[in-house]
């Protein structure tokens, strides 16, 4: 297959000058946030989308507009492009705003009801979440499934006007705060093809049954989760899609998942405090060193561009979503192995500086930035076997 | 992309498919002219693309030119073919005239410059400048060099000049020029600066790697197919699998990154994203001709196996019109000037 590029060639497909409408969206966007850090709304940080959880800001997004931009506007969207949608994005990840409460809802849930659900779906979760006030959690690895996805174990019966949810679900960030789950889950049992047979069922974690437990990862931070159903009744109308079909309704959203700009700017905030450390004379080594990561950042959100634009003009770009993601998310790491060879600090998340704090978070983040979401050698595989000699 | 555009590379790639064999290559190496490949791609008028139709040229824009290196790229042709596009961008743009024979641009970078001086009505030049592309087979020197007025360009005959042959990794002629009160005619005033000629030229070779990268990936990823051992293709190896993947991912890197740059080319934003450019497209081509040699084996190593061309031509490449350090000392330099909140401005310019 050729990458980034379709057989059609046509142009509008990678032509992504922004039109003045886009660019008045992204000035909107700027002068907001440069007015919330000036009130002290928040202060910027690394991996904020994973990290944070801020329902006030998420509702103040909303209000503006800036959540479910591209959904119709029956659901309370915008009926903006993922252009736009990308524009905003990456100007609130740049910020190190915190953006953790609705991100997965908004980035991924909304877009796949949007696809498969109801109509009593829509019109009950799209509002919400556009509003910044209904979150969800992703409900896919389990303990022995975790790049090996299809063989999850998590199993739901059919019952009386629903279905019997009995498993378990692992890596939920945010599960003991959101609302909704997502979960992807056996509604038959294993049989020649174990890609068939699986289901999304979205479980209201406030039901009876569901329990959940934190798993602080090593920066002694709570976000991830393991959630137990313990015989958990979800009703026929909180299916998602068609039952069996739940592998490919998955795999889709798996690649809103993937190229996205937070796969390249989860330390972008750490990159524009070492420049302030570094001054307007940087040394030579230092000035090499800032060039070749500008140069790769550069490239690399040129790249998530160009997939979001191939997404907007309805193509799955499944490949160049993995390859985006493994760039991307080696640059993220590097930037803090950059960062700490060209300042003399101290990384510890209490320092009085802010440079030192932004270097423990991304220090402390950046194991995870090569897994979530595939980890970088499942994403090689994938791209592996769609190259044609 | 427009028709005239896949109409350019359609007859490119077919033009040296059939023209650009491994044996001419062999043979450029050893310093003998394709004079037979040359005389087919003036045919085509594929070196006239990109410049003025009033400058004698074929009309179209810097893409059509790009499109070509890009092709040409592909197959390591072993013409001068980035140098004929700035000859003649740069006689357009000061209104002096060449010969459609094979041209040699004589420049170097800011301070090292030739000097024109006028005697008696007429021009000499003098000064000497190190690793002039071609030269050996250049019928004009179009030389940029300054004057007591600034920048001004000029043609010398070849017989007017001393040559020292040089050659580059993949045997391109590098060669030395000297002039000593050397004559030379149509004197103008250049309508460039030498930082947008240094930069412009990176940005060609840019183009150049683009296609060297494609060849090497597409070559490397059929070869895996092919060869077999352990009684399996080597793309059945997830070691292999792993390396192709990173192997794409930075062709498809440099790919992106010299489009980006050429689209605001003619932009104030021009140099900051040729250095980008040139940066991440020399990072590539270090990774991928390491991977593509690595998953060849031995075999990729032999002079008789036509990686080498590519490769050697991509290592040589990479470090003409500023290497990835000296581009980054630059470009970091810039952005520090600049200062922490102009980044991402900068970034998303």
Request: proline letters at 4%; hydrophobic letters at 45%; glycine letters at 8%.
């Amino acid at each position: 297959m050729k990458l980034f590029t379709r057989e059609s060639q046509q142009a509008q497909l990678f032509d992504i000058t922004l039109a003045n409408t886009a660019l008045a969206l992204r000035d909107e966007v700027r002068a907001f946030l440069a007015q919330e850090i000036l009130q002290g709304s928040f202060v910027p940080q690394c991996d904020a989308w994973v990290g944070t959880f801020s329902p006030e800001f998420s509702k103040k997004l909303g209000q503006r507009g800036w959540l479910g931009m591209t959904w119709p506007h029956k659901y309370g969207g915008q009926e903006r492009s993922l252009l736009e949608r990308f524009l905003v994005t990456e100007e609130l990840l740049a910020a190190g705003a915190p953006v953790g409460a609705h991100w997965v809802a908004d980035r991924q849930t909304g877009p796949l009801l949007l696809r498969y659900g109801t109509e009593e779906q829509r019109q009950r979760f799209l509002p919400a979440i556009a509003r910044g006030e209904c979150y969800f959690g992703i409900g896919m690895s389990e303990p022995n499934a975790g790049s090996d996805l299809a063989s999850i174990q998590t199993s739901a019966r059919r019952v009386e006007g629903g279905w019997q949810l009995q498993g378990r679900k692992i890596w939920t960030s945010w599960a003991h705060r959101v609302h909704y789950m997502l979960v992807l889950c056996r509604t038959s049992p294993l049989g020649d093809n174990r890609h068939a047979g699986m289901s999304q069922l979205i479980v209201e974690l406030a039901s009876s049954g569901v329990s959940t437990a934190p798993i602080f990862s090593i920066d002694n931070e709570h976000h991830f989760n393991e959630v137990f159903f313990d015989d958990v009744f979800v009703p026929d109308a909180m299916v998602l899609g068609e039952i069996g079909r739940g592998w490919q309704q998955v795999i889709g959203e798996l690649a809103f998942e993937r190229s996205g700009p937070e796969r390249l700017l989860s330390t972008f905030p750490l990159l524009v405090e070492l420049l302030r450390q570094l001054g307007p004379q940087p040394d030579e080594r230092a000035a090499e060193a800032i060039g070749r990561l500008v140069a790769r950042l550069w490239t690399l959100r040129r790249m998530s561009l160009t997939v979001a634009n191939l997404l907007h003009h309805g193509v799955q770009p499944e490949v160049e979503a993995a390859l985006v993601k493994d760039l991307g998310t080696r640059f993220e790491r590097e930037v803090a192995e950059v960062a700490r060879t060209l300042v003399a600090a101290t990384p510890a998340l209490d320092a009085p500086e802010r440079f030192n704090v932004l270097l423990a978070q991304a220090l402390l983040t950046a194991p995870s930035y090569t897994l979530r979401g595939g980890a970088s050698e499942i994403l090689r595989g994938i791209i592996a076997r769609k190259l044609e000699a | 992309m427009s028709d005239v555009q896949n109409l350019i590379i359609e007859t490119a790639t077919r033009l040296f498919e059939d023209y650009c064999t491994p044996e001419i290559l062999r043979q450029a190496e050893q310093g003998v002219w394709p004079a037979e490949l040359w005389t087919k791609v003036e045919e085509t008028g594929l070196p006239l693309a990109s410049i003025p139709e009033e400058a004698g040229g074929a009309g179209g824009n810097l893409s059509d030119a790009i499109a070509v290196l890009r092709v040409a790229g592909q197959f390591g042709v072993p013409l001068p073919l980035a140098e004929t596009y700035l000859a003649w961008w740069l006689a357009a743009g000061a209104g002096l005239t060449l010969s459609t024979e094979p041209v040699a641009v004589v420049f170097t970078q800011a301070g090292t410059e030739p000097r024109f001086s006028q005697q008696d009505g007429g021009w000499t030049v003098s000064g000497t400048v190190a690793r002039v592309g071609w030269a050996r087979h250049a019928k004009q020197l179009l030389v940029l060099g300054q004057s007591e007025n600034g920048l001004y360009l000029g043609l010398v005959q070849p017989e007017n000049a001393t040559l020292k042959q040089g050659q580059n990794l993949a045997g391109e002629p590098r060669d030395t020029i000297s002039f000593a009160n050397a004559e030379a005619t149509q004197v103008v005033r250049a309508a460039h600066t030498i930082d947008w000629v240094w930069s412009r030229m990176a940005m060609l070779r840019a183009a150049q790697m683009v296609g060297a990268l494609e060849a090497i990936s597409q070559r490397t990823i059929r070869y895996a197919s092919e060869r077999i051992q352990f009684g399996r293709a080597l793309n059945q190896f997830q070691a292999i699998q792993q390396q192709l993947a990173v192997m794409v991912a930075e062709v498809m890197a440099a790919r992106i990154s010299m489009e980006a740059a050429m689209t605001v080319a003619e932009t104030s934003e021009a140099t900051a994203a040729i250095a980008a450019a040139k940066i991440r497209v020399g990072e590539a081509a270090g990774q991928a001709t390491a991977i593509a040699h690595q998953v060849h084996g031995a075999m990729g190593y032999t002079y008789e196996y036509p990686l080498h061309f590519l490769t050697k031509r991509l290592w040589a490449w990479r470090d003409e019109f500023g290497s990835e350090s000296e581009w980054a000392r630059w470009l970091g330099q810039q952005v520090a000037t600049a200062g922490a909140d102009a980044l991402w401005p900068f970034l998303t310019a």
